[in-house]
């Protein structure tokens, strides 16, 4: 069996997206007067639309660009934790982290901890340096929210 | 004497203290976050949506405008110093800039980047202010038809001038109509792609995705790229000096790559890094030195600069008289203006004159900015480049979370900007142009609208848009530029067989 190009791969994920959201645009409720358009039309324009270019993607040959780059060996001999891709889930996970407690333990706290921590687990060591630019850059940009925009930022734990 | 008499009035809303003040900031900041290999002017001006939230929308565009051509500026000096563009615009700049920097006159490169860049603003500007207001006049007589076919035009004309596959490019457009398209249908009330998720019911916030698509994106493909400690080192900036000889020699190619700028610029889909592009081949086919062209000619660094940052003054041209942006930049812009409460279009040179003349006119003060600021304060701004990458990637991301917690105030956006940031790495990996989504998501809403809006003034007769002669013409210029390049690839591949 030939095996399948990325293009070919993405296209097939495309138009599984594409059939889905036809699929969605045909449960879309009509409205209850006769009008020439309904809700309805532009997502099935588009819906098929991107069913017909991820034939076409999938009848192109991928170039260069197409194909992600090779990751540099010496970064991928690096212990899990600090390889490319598990930088990228581990940011995410801190991501995720710091907005379900953004809101508990105020936003003074969670974007310090977020900026230091990131900074630190990226490899910089000056950790002086690193806190005071975090809690800088982070005090500076609330008090600037909160003071001259008035936006409001979470205090949470911090009597701020 | 009309034209004056505005420009006039715009200065005295530029000259406010206030809009100074944002003038300076917006250059200088542009310039900073543009220096930063990796962080465009769509970044830039995405992380500043949430400052210009609660600003009066001339005093933001102002500023926005600032950071804008501050940041296509500042994309020259980590070309010159680095060799690693801190936007495409600045990509031709490398070509001698960096040559010249490693035979110790990145000085002067820097200079010269400074001075075609102020000229090249500036030269624009006037042209600006002259056609702009012809074409808004143009404008007035457009209907909801010429506007569907103009959007289609300027969706098109991004994707089939972007450096990468036509089709993945078309893919992205759809996908950020699709975007665009969720939550309530303002016209009939109903619910689209919302999954029963209150949050989804007012759509995405295109700050959301511009940021996730876009930073985020980029802060995710810098960790895959080994964004650990390692910095380029940089080259010594030296003397920032021109002799008389070397201005005369750059005269003449500033002047012609401003006018060619300013035009690449109008045009849907080019901007700067096609003029700069177009501004350094014109330079190098017309220049007696042509030869050494790639090896530190200062006429290959004048050229490009002068056009990307008059490109960027005609980029504003489509926007402010049409309200249709021609590339991903403006349509950040756009999108920054809507948020603002102003939609920019023929109508708003009448009705927002104070947006209008005050933006050109502080354009005019921000070049001046550009030139007093940045020239002696570039050996200054450069350190900025000596900054840690682990330092610099957190605060990236401490800047993308504020920009979207700061305006919606909901967790469900953070999530979201996760989700659109890993969207953007995709993409960038699989070489998706990300500036057709966001172009799209902008014109999406409108561009159905308008389409909506023709279709019922005709009954349902989708005739109407080819009755229309400027609906039309805009249309068949809408289907050649995606059949162009394809009839074009197909030539050359026949040929290469042959």
């Given at each position: 069996m030939t095996?399948?190009?990325?293009?070919?791969?993405?296209?097939?994920?495309?138009?599984?997206?594409?059939?889905?959201?036809?699929?969605?645009?045909?449960?879309i409720p009509d409205f209850p007067l006769p009008r020439p358009v309904d809700s309805d039309l532009f997502p099935k324009v588009l819906g098929f639309t991107l069913l017909g270019l991820s034939l076409l993607l999938f009848l192109e040959k991928p170039k260069?660009?197409?194909?992600?780059?090779?990751?540099?060996?010496?970064?991928?001999?690096?212990?899990?934790?600090?390889?490319?891709?598990?930088?990228?889930?581990?940011?995410?996970?801190?991501?995720?982290?710091?907005?379900?407690?953004?809101?508990?333990?105020?936003?003074?706290?969670?974007?310090?901890?977020?900026?230091?921590?990131?900074?630190?687990?990226?490899?910089?060591?000056?950790?002086?340096?690193?806190?005071?630019?975090?809690?800088?850059?982070?005090?500076?940009?609330?008090?600037?929210?909160?003071?001259?925009?008035d936006v409001y930022l979470p205090t949470g734990i911090l009597p701020l | 004497?009309?034209?004056?008499?505005?420009?006039?009035?715009?200065?005295?809303?530029?000259l406010e203290p206030m809009n100074i003040a944002y003038v300076f900031f917006g250059v200088f900041a542009g310039t900073i976050i543009g220096m930063l290999p990796g962080l465009g002017p769509i970044s830039a001006l995405a992380l500043m949506i949430p400052i210009t939230f609660a600003m009066e929308p001339s005093s933001g565009l102002i500023l926005m405008a600032g950071v804008y051509y501050g940041a296509i500026f500042g994309g020259s000096t980590s070309s010159i110093l680095l060799n690693a563009p801190g936007v495409a615009g600045t990509v031709a700049t490398s070509f001698d800039g960096y040559p010249l920097a490693k035979q110790g006159m990145a000085g002067k490169a820097l200079a010269i980047a400074a001075y075609s860049s102020f000229i090249g603003g500036t030269v624009s500007i006037i042209f600006l202010m002259l056609v702009a207001p012809l074409l808004g006049k143009v404008a007035v007589s457009f209907?909801?038809?010429?506007?569907?076919?103009?959007?289609?035009?300027?969706?098109?004309?991004?994707?089939?001038?972007s450096d990468k596959s036509l089709v993945k490019g078309l893919i992205a457009a759809v996908v950020g109509v699709m975007i665009s398209i969720i939550g309530i249908d303002l016209q009939t009330g109903t619910e689209r792609y919302t999954f029963g998720a209150a949050h989804l019911l007012d759509g995405i916030d295109f700050l959301v995705v511009a940021l996730g698509i876009f930073a985020l994106a980029e802060v995710f493909y810098m960790l895959l790229r080994g964004g650990g400690g390692k910095e380029q080192p940089r080259n010594a900036i030296g003397s920032l000096k021109l002799s008389g000889r070397e201005c005369r020699d750059i005269a003449a190619p500033i002047g012609r790559s401003s006018i060619l700028g300013f035009f690449t610029g109008v045009l849907p889909g080019a901007g700067a890094t096609i003029g700069s592009f177009l501004g350094y081949s014109m330079e190098k086919r017309l220049a007696k030195d042509g030869d050494t062209f790639g090896k530190g000619n200062i006429k290959g660094v004048a050229a490009p600069e002068a056009a990307n940052n008059a490109a960027c003054t005609g980029s504003f041209v489509p926007l402010l008289t049409l309200g249709v942006p021609g590339s991903g930049t403006t349509a950040v812009l756009l999108g920054a203006l809507l948020v603002m409460g102003v939609t920019p279009g023929p109508a708003m040179i009448e009705s927002r004159p104070d947006v209008f003349w005050g933006v050109i006119a502080s354009m005019y003060i921000g070049n001046i900015f550009l030139l007093v600021l940045n020239l002696p304060l570039i050996p200054l701004i450069a350190k900025i480049l000596d900054m840690p990458r682990p330092l610099l990637l957190a605060l990236i991301l401490i800047f993308c979370m504020i920009g979207v917690y700061g305006m919606s105030f909901s967790v469900f956006d953070l999530l979201l900007l996760l989700g659109f940031g890993l969207l953007g790495l995709g993409m960038r990996l699989f070489g998706f142009p990300a500036a057709p989504l966001i172009l799209a998501l902008i014109l999406?809403?409108?561009?159905?609208?308008?389409?909506?809006?023709?279709?019922?003034?005709?009954?349902?007769?989708?005739?109407?848009?080819?009755?229309?002669?400027?609906?039309?013409?805009?249309?068949?210029?809408?289907?050649?530029?995606?059949?162009?390049?394809?009839?074009?690839?197909?030539?050359?591949?026949?040929?290469?067989?042959?």
């Open positions: 095996r399948l190009n990325v293009n070919q791969v993405l296209a097939l994920c495309l138009a599984l997206v594409a059939v889905g959201y036809l699929a969605m645009a045909w449960q260069a660009q197409d194909i992600p780059d090779e990751l540099d060996p010496n970064e991928q001999a690096q212990p899990l934790l600090l390889r490319p891709w598990s930088r990228v889930v581990v940011t995410s996970l801190a991501i995720v982290v710091y907005a379900l407690l953004l809101a508990p333990i105020g936003f003074v706290v969670a974007s310090t901890t977020l900026s230091f921590g990131l900074a630190w687990y990226y490899g910089y060591r000056r950790h002086g340096v690193n806190m005071a630019v975090s809690l800088g850059v982070v005090l500076a940009l609330y008090l600037t929210m909160t003071k001259v925009m | 004497m009309e034209a004056f008499n505005n420009l006039m009035y715009g200065f005295g809303i530029a209907g909801p038809a010429e506007y569907f076919a103009l959007m289609v035009l300027g969706l098109t004309a991004v994707v089939s001038l999406g809403a409108i561009m159905e609208e308008s389409m909506r809006r023709a279709l019922q003034i005709s009954g349902g007769d989708w005739m109407i848009f080819i009755d229309k002669p400027i609906s039309m013409w805009l249309l068949i210029i809408a289907a050649l530029s995606l059949v162009l390049p394809m009839v074009k690839k197909a030539i050359a591949g026949a040929r290469a067989r042959a």
